[in-house]
């Protein structure tokens, strides 16, 4: 008799124990991962792709300018538009703006600002040109052209 | 059985953390801080004099407002050689007399329109900067993409090692011109 009881007790669940803390981690991985998004984008980011990306050191010194045709083709028309924050700004505003985003940082820190030009593909080089000379007279000479990892190297 | 223990119930725990982990899942963008860096010169100063470089020297790159290329004068369709071009200029060392003295001198000049998209300028400038990396990662003894790695983190020791070793003797010397104003 006691050899069948035997038999009998062996368990076929499967622990769930510890699922809750499987759940936290991956729940972690995203809370550090994540960026809410400030801004809504007005314009059209198709970002060109190359191969020779490089990383950024501080994310806390870069800021963004997102230039592109605007979403809304029937408000603002099909010219490319540069968007700061959450407003369009014109070319000469662009000296303006660089003093105010220096201002966030601490003082030590000011000249080593990236500005990330975040440019559609079909964007033009005139308007980001005028931009790279805005950003040249305002003194914020480091540059990174957003660009995606293209898929297959080589 | 006489005492019951106090107890918490559980069993809810993994679908709050579900919950979240949908939340977070959802509401994520993860940063795409990853890009072409350049520095940018300096503004023009109007006093300065101008410096002349020599001809053989410069390496032009140039491209029209129809994101057609010219490389040193000669119209270019398959981009696939370019690269191998750009490196063999650089690393001259006055072996032909036409092209660069050595690679202190060289400068890769590129010139675009103000037509050209931002698609083909990227492309092309991908491109130098390849060339750039390959020598670099040539001279430290590493593979391409680990000295990209080093040199965006520069503030570890072993890093800045690999990072200054490729680098010495060839700075990266990508001047990119005003555009023409033909298109745009």
Redesign the interface.
């Given at each position: 008799m006691s050899k069948f009881k035997k038999k009998a007790t062996v368990k076929q669940d499967i622990p769930t124990s510890s699922m809750p803390d499987v759940v936290f981690m991956l729940l972690f991985f995203f809370m550090v991962t994540t960026e809410l998004r400030k801004t809504n984008i007005d314009v059209m980011q198709r970002i060109p792709e190359g191969s020779q990306l490089r990383k950024l050191q501080r994310k806390s010194l870069v800021t963004d300018l997102y230039i592109g045709e605007p979403k809304k083709t029937e408000q603002f028309g099909k010219e490319p538009k540069i968007q700061a924050e959450d407003t369009f700004i014109e070319v000469s505003g662009i000296i303006l703006w660089v003093t105010r985003q220096k201002d966030l940082l601490p003082e030590n820190e000011r000249d080593q600002m990236t500005v990330a030009l975040k440019v559609d593909s079909d964007a033009k080089r005139g308007i980001i040109a005028d931009v790279e000379t805005e950003l040249r007279k305002a003194n914020a000479r480091k540059v990174l052209y957003t660009v995606k990892q293209k898929k297959i190297e080589e | 059985m006489a005492r019951s223990t106090p107890e918490i119930p559980?069993a809810s725990?993994?679908d709050i953390?579900?919950l979240?982990?949908t939340f977070?899942?959802v509401?994520?963008?993860?940063?795409?801080?990853?890009?072409?860096?350049?520095?940018?010169?300096?503004?023009l100063d109007p006093n300065q004099p101008k410096v002349e470089f020599q001809q053989k020297n410069l390496f032009t790159i140039q491209v029209n407002s129809s994101d057609a290329l010219l490389v040193e004068g000669e119209p270019m369709e398959d981009v696939s050689g370019l690269k191998e071009q750009i490196k063999k200029f650089i690393l001259n060392n006055g072996s032909d007399p036409l092209s660069s003295d050595n690679p202190e001198k060289a400068i890769v000049t590129y010139k675009?329109?103000?037509?050209?998209?931002?698609?083909r300028?990227?492309?092309i400038?991908?491109i130098i900067?390849?060339a750039y990396?390959d020598i670099w990662a040539d001279q430290a003894g590493v593979t391409?993409a680990a000295y990209?790695?080093a040199?965006?983190?520069?503030?570890d020791p072993t890093n800045k090692e690999i990072y200054d070793k490729g680098r010495k003797g060839i700075p990266m010397a990508i001047s990119i011109a005003?555009?023409t104003?033909v298109?745009?």
């Open positions: - | 559980n725990m993994a953390a579900f979240l982990l977070f899942l509401t994520t963008t993860i940063a795409n801080d990853k890009g072409l860096s350049i520095q940018l010169p300096a503004p675009t329109d103000r037509g050209t998209s931002h698609k300028f990227v492309q400038l991908d900067q390849n990396y391409n990209r790695e040199a965006s983190d520069t503030s005003e555009p104003k298109g745009g």
